[in-house]
């Protein structure tokens, strides 16, 4: 087991120990946001036949090659077809049928003329009436092709693809209506500590409420995952083994905050190298050192430090891309933007520190990071208040204000390009 290892060897061991969960099906709406776990196919030509873009008059375009306004071409409206309706009488020289859009085209015509551009000789339009057209029009104008969304059997959503909301829409047009995506994971939330009571209740002297299992339910919840809070469990090896024995066998997952460092009460790692394979413990992060990792009965166990911002930011950095590669994303950074930092920033702690702020643009329309006065590991409200982190490099340099730094966006999906 190798000592303090870089973010992104531990997030690349962390990702190397899950697999893409199993296929389900899920109905249509339920499919946006999730990604295919096969190739979908239409199962008709969408649209299925070729129709109008237009409300007009569908003519023969042969038949207009010389209108003008000076020598107008006049035609008798012989027929209405309305969206849903189907006109299939003969359409001779000098006829026209008055066409709504998305109605479908007849054989014998090929091109619509819009209503606004069609003078009416006599009568209102409708069939019966006579109508003037001034100018030539095209084959095809204001015609919708059969399949030019899609074809018959033929893929329109690859295995791999996520599906947004217009995907969505896709399928269901071509009546795709069972969509095979991969599961999300069941991820198990427990939170570790003697001192940790339910946030319904008001601490007694010496114990706080339990504020991670929310945050990382919720964290876990914003990654796709289905999470689990389990009850609190107090600093004994005996209460930890037990129920991470339980937890594996009932889960995908398994997260855990506290008892992760290496006080007297500390157990996780411990009981991780008992039941299973311990891989790693200690990340250089700041906040959140001691993050651990190891798989316990073929399931993955991730150890959170107990500190609030701690958990959090390994929850972002480290247990998110996991969650996201069981469900078949392939994308597991998020968007970065450099930005210039408002004030200086001292930099003491040679770990990489993930400086939680606000993104804002300037007046010039560049972007500003302000890190938060406050960075202490235990705050939540910090993290509530800003919309990204900034990266301060491994080592000693403190930075300047005025000087670049790189920052994550928090709650901006890894697959938005900026
Ligand atoms: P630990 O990692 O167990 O040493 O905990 C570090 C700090 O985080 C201590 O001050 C704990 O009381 C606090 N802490 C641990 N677990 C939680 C939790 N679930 N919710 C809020 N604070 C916690
Ligand atoms: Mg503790």
Same mark, same amino acid.
């Not at 190891?294 to 911002?309: C, E, H, Q, S």
């Given at each position: 087991m190798a000592d303090m290892i870089s973010v992104e060897e531990a997030r690349d061991l962390v990702l190397s120990h899950v697999e893409v969960l199993p296929a389900e099906t899920v109905s249509l709406l339920d499919a946006a946001g999730r990604?295919?776990?096969?190739?979908?196919t239409s199962d008709i030509d969408v649209s299925p036949f070729a129709h109008s873009?237009?409300?007009?008059?569908?003519?023969?375009?042969?038949?207009?090659?010389?209108a003008s306004a000076e020598a107008p071409v006049q035609m008798d409206v012989i027929a209405e077809i309305a969206a849903g309706e189907v006109y299939e009488g003969p359409i001779d020289p000098g006829q026209c049928v008055r066409i709504m859009t998305g109605a479908p085209l007849p054989d014998a015509v090929d091109s619509v003329v819009k209503y606004e551009i069609v003078d009416v000789v006599e009568g209102d339009g409708k069939p019966g009436s006579r109508v003037a057209f001034t100018a030539p029009t095209k084959v095809h104008s204001?015609?919708?092709? @059969?399949?030019?969304?899609?074809?018959? $059997?033929? %893929?329109? !959503?690859?295995?791999?693809?996520?599906?947004?909301? /217009?995907?969505?829409?896709?399928?269901?047009?071509?009546?795709?209506?069972?969509?095979?995506?991969?599961?999300?994971?069941?991820?198990?939330?427990?939170?570790?500590g003697s001192e940790l009571v339910d946030p319904s209740e008001v601490p007694t002297p010496g114990k706080i409420r339990n504020s991670n299992s929310y945050a990382l339910a919720a964290s876990a919840r914003a990654?796709?995952?289905?999470?689990?809070?389990?009850?609190?469990?107090?600093?004994?090896?005996?209460?930890?083994s037990a129920t991470i024995k339980n937890a594996v066998a009932a889960f995908d997952f398994v997260v855990t905050s506290g008892g992760a460092s290496n006080g007297d009460f500390d157990f996780i790692k411990p009981v991780v190298k008992e039941l299973g394979q311990l891989f790693m413990t200690t990340?250089?992060?700041?906040?959140?050192? @001691?993050?651990?990792?190891?798989?316990? $009965?073929? %399931?993955? !166990?991730?150890?959170?430090?107990?500190?609030?911002? /701690?958990?959090?930011?390994?929850f972002e950095m480290l247990v998110r891309p996991a969650l996201r590669k069981m469900q078949g994303y392939t994308h597991f950074e998020r968007p970065r933007v450099t930005a210039t930092l408002a004030h200086d920033e001292k930099k003491k702690d040679p770990r990489r520190i993930f400086?939680?702020?606000?993104?804002?643009k300037d007046e010039s329309g560049a972007y500003v990071f302000t890190p938060a006065?406050?960075?202490?590991?235990?705050?939540?409200?910090?993290?509530?208040?800003?919309?990204?982190?900034a990266l301060m490099p491994e080592g000693t340099e403190s930075r300047t204000a005025g000087t670049p730094v790189e920052c994550i966006l928090l709650d901006v999906n890894e697959e938005v390009v900026l």
């Open positions: 990604v295919a776990a096969a190739d979908i873009a237009m409300d007009g008059f569908a003519v023969h375009a042969d038949e207009l090659a010389h204001n015609v919708r092709d @059969a399949g030019e969304e899609a074809k018959a $059997d033929e %893929t329109i !959503v690859h295995r791999g693809e996520v599906i947004n909301p /217009a995907g969505v829409g896709f399928l269901a047009g071509c009546g795709a209506v069972v969509v095979p995506v991969y599961r999300r994971p069941r991820i198990a939330i427990i939170s570790i990654a796709g995952a289905l999470p689990t809070i389990l009850p609190i469990v107090e600093d004994t090896h005996e209460a930890l990340v250089n992060m700041r906040p959140g050192k @001691a993050q651990t990792f190891g798989i316990v $009965d073929g %399931t993955p !166990v991730f150890g959170l430090p107990g500190n609030p911002a /701690a958990a959090y930011v390994g400086l939680r702020g606000t993104l804002s006065k406050n960075q202490s590991s235990g705050l939540f409200g910090v993290i509530q208040r800003s919309n990204c982190m």
